[in-house]
């Protein structure tokens, strides 16, 4: 049991971060939350420029029960502080072939598409389906959803056996193939993987439930654009009673032997806390703002990083009509392009992309009559061969030129307003290691209690939520790991008592009941 409140300190305004020291006080910690930039969200950003608006990151909210759960955590409703669209379509694919494919969750219509696509596969369409579904349920209510006490309890029979259930032990183009013969169809239920960050060459096959989560629950779209998310958290953190401190950039985490006890700020403040909960990226944190003497991140030097993104933010002169609010456009090497990003560090000779143009959905993201559109282009992180003072210009010539060829010759001489994020940007802005746009990979030996755990092992009061720890990277699973991380915390702290040390200011200091 403690004496008094416990003072819990939070690095970072990220999602995770906003989630959790929501939660730490609702559970009757007194939070302080510090954030080096101006205000929240981290990678779940926004731009705005002359009337248009444009997410920095994310564009899509999946598996809304998650939110709903947060909010409800609370004890609040999601529907009082979010506004969710349902995008129906889902989103177009453009093929190098010229033939396309419009996904929906409309079953009869979607069954149509495929059929013009492979006759006779909208019977093992609905055979995936239902294994995604298994896939779905079966890790969020048991495998994501939970921590591990170790690598001996994610092995345990009951465990091993959900593994095998969701197929995680496979590889996820591999599991599709056994569905889809047509390589277009192969492709279109198998890039969703690229919102972590990782090739489903190399990914576990347990994210088929990826593709299930967009056309059995649906793909969503918050008012205001995906800003709204860390907007609404950043609310209820202060309605709990979280002190944010923005434009106060964190200069070190504090240890005393084997324990946290605070953080020093850049202008040399020192801020006492009990419990340090860190949301900046996890390697920039062990690398940059932890003493190496005191903790360190195993197998550092053996983790794989995501891909990135080159990323163009175009505000244009008029609505280009024939763009849906999502679209994937493909380039001619599916394969190719993934061992290129992840296996040779180059960018595609002909790279696939995606085109969001938000103001489809929402017309309060762009001017009237006018267009946002944000162009993603998965390219390798951060590596020596890559000069993107040198490679940028490609790339962007290269999208265009594509472009121009699905019927938009005239996009480029529409710009008004123009925005680049390289794989340079996403590291300077949001010190990602080597500007890997998602994080840590999420591989096999990545996942579960592979993944660098949220609490440290040396520095017991010291923990992490954000993507590049458990569970894993996407929005969704970012609002699980804050749950999680809380929950540690809460088990931890229920076996520590509030100590008053000689000469403090009477707080006290959380440390290991003996």
């Not at 926004?46 to 920095?56: N, P």
């Not at 990782?198 to 969503?220: C, I, K, N, Q, R």
């Not at 909960?277 to 903790?295: I, M």
Request: charged share 25%; aromatic share 12%.
């Amino acid at each position: 049991m403690s004496r008094g409140k416990r003072q819990a300190v939070v690095v970072g305004a990220g999602v995770g971060g906003l989630a959790a020291a929501a939660r730490l006080a609702h559970q009757g910690f007194d939070v302080q939350l510090f954030e080096k930039t101006g205000g929240p969200g981290g990678r779940c950003n926004r731009l705005q420029v002359d009337g248009f608006t444009w997410d920095i990151g994310p564009t899509i909210v999946l598996m809304p029960e998650v939110f709903q759960e947060t909010f409800a955590s609370l004890g609040r409703r999601l529907e009082d502080y979010l506004t969710l669209l349902r995008c129906d379509p889902n989103y177009r694919i453009h093929y190098r072939d010229g033939s396309a494919i419009t996904f929906t969750s409309e079953l009869c219509a979607m069954g149509r598409e495929l059929e013009r696509i492979e006759p006779g596969s909208y019977a093992r369409y609905l055979a995936f389906l239902a294994q995604g579904r298994t896939q779905y349920r079966t890790s969020l209510d048991h495998l994501v959803g939970r921590n591990y006490a170790g690598i001996s309890d994610y092995f345990a029979p009951s465990v091993l056996k959900k593994i095998f259930q969701v197929r995680a032990h496979r590889r996820m183009y591999a599991d599709v193939s056994r569905f889809f013969q047509d390589e277009r169809l192969r492709a279109a239920m198998t890039f969703q993987t690229m919102y972590l960050g990782v090739s489903p060459f190399a990914s576990p096959a347990v994210y088929g439930l990826l593709p299930f989560t967009e056309l059995g629950v649906g793909v969503w779209f918050p008012k205001g654009g995906l800003y709204a998310i860390p907007l609404a958290l950043e609310k209820v953190a202060r309605e709990e009673g979280v002190r944010l401190h923005y434009n106060t950039p964190v200069q070190r985490i504090l240890t005393d032997g084997a324990r946290a006890v605070g953080v020093r700020l850049e202008d040399g403040q020192v801020v006492k806390a009990d419990v340090v909960l860190c949301n900046a990226d996890l390697p920039y944190a062990y690398e940059k703002l932890l003493d190496p003497g005191v903790t360190r991140l195993k197998r550092a030097k053996k983790l794989r990083y995501t891909s990135s993104g080159y990323m163009l933010y175009l505000g244009l002169k008029r609505r280009y009509e024939g763009l849906q609010h999502h679209n994937v456009v493909f380039g001619s090497d599916y394969k190719g392009s993934f061992d290129d990003i992840f296996e040779r560090f180059r960018v595609p000779e002909d790279p696939s992309f995606y085109v969001n143009a938000p103001a489809h959905t929402d017309e309060s993201l762009a001017p009237p009559g006018k267009d946002s559109l944000y162009v993603l282009v998965p390219v390798p992180h951060q590596h020596p061969g890559l000069d993107w003072k040198v490679e940028g210009p490609k790339v962007r010539a290269k999208v265009f030129r594509r472009l121009a060829e699905l019927g938009y010759p005239e996009l480029e001489r529409d710009i008004e307003v123009e925005r680049v994020y390289t794989p340079d940007d996403w590291a300077a802005t949001f010190n990602l290691a080597r500007g890997s746009a998602f994080g840590l990979a999420q591989n096999f030996f990545q996942i579960g209690p592979f993944r660098p755990a949220n609490q440290d092992a040396r520095v017991r009061n010291l923990f992490f939520v954000g993507a590049s720890t458990q569970p894993g990277t996407g929005l969704p699973t970012v609002l699980i790991s804050a749950r999680l991380v809380v929950e540690r915390i809460l088990e931890w702290s229920g076996a520590a008592q509030v100590v008053k040390e000689p000469g403090s200011d009477g707080r006290g200091a959380i440390e290991e009941a003996a």
